[in-house]
């Protein structure tokens, strides 16, 4: 698998925790969605959470908010943590390959993404999860720089800068196509089994 040179890269001007990072992200203007958004969308969750999930980028509810993840796929995403998972999503990290929204949520391009990623790379640095899990295509392959189709390789388990990166389908990919819901399903039980190994 090819490995995306950004993925390698740390940014040691970056402080090393949370809110100072925070604060940096939310007067970010690196790329052109500075322009368009309403709030930055940094990420949320548990601090020192064993899982994390990383989604491709904020919608219209997540602009409003500048919470990830609180519109209908959001919903559902909560719903797949604590209802197959059985742990509280404030136990969680979510967060996004970018950190405002897309137009018309539209993919990040390139340069948008390689503006953002040295933030997400330090939030995982940070908050340190045993597992990752990579919401989607577009998460998945700004993470590894492998653009195996997530129909592929969804519900595999990959090393990851240490850890264990587990791709699934989007949420809002699962609300336009129900019937992939059995296969994120079983993503889940595996994500659910990782947690409990030691």
């Known amino acids: 698998m090819d490995q995306l040179p950004l993925e390698t890269q740390e940014s040691p001007s970056l402080p090393d925790n949370l809110e100072s990072l925070k604060e940096i992200v939310s007067t970010c203007h690196l790329c052109d969605l500075a322009k368009s958004r309403k709030n ?10 064993r899982l994390m999930f990383v989604g491709e980028g904020p919608g219209a509810t997540e602009d409003e908010t500048g919470r990830p993840f609180v519109g209908r796929a959001g919903q559902l995403l909560t719903k797949m943590i604590e ?45 340190d999860p045993k597992i990752i899990v990579a919401l989607g295509a577009t998460s998945y392959r700004w993470l590894t720089g492998d653009k195996t189709p997530i129909s592929r390789i969804r519900g595999h388990k990959l090393p990851f800068k240490g850890r264990i990166l587990v791709p699934t389908f989007h949420p809002s990919y699962l609300l336009r196509n129900p019937s992939k819901k059995r296969e994120a399903y079983q993503d889940l039980l595996l994500i659910k089994e990782l947690l409990w190994e030691e």
């Open 40 to 49: 930055v969308v940094f990420g949320e969750g548990d601090p020192q959470a």
């Open 83 to 127: 209802s197959v998972l059985q742990i509280p999503r404030s136990k969680v990290y979510i967060a996004n390959i970018v950190k405002c929204r897309p137009p018309n949520n539209r993919v990040p391009t390139p340069q948008e993404a390689e503006s953002c990623l040295p933030y997400l790379l330090k939030q995982i640095e940070i908050v």
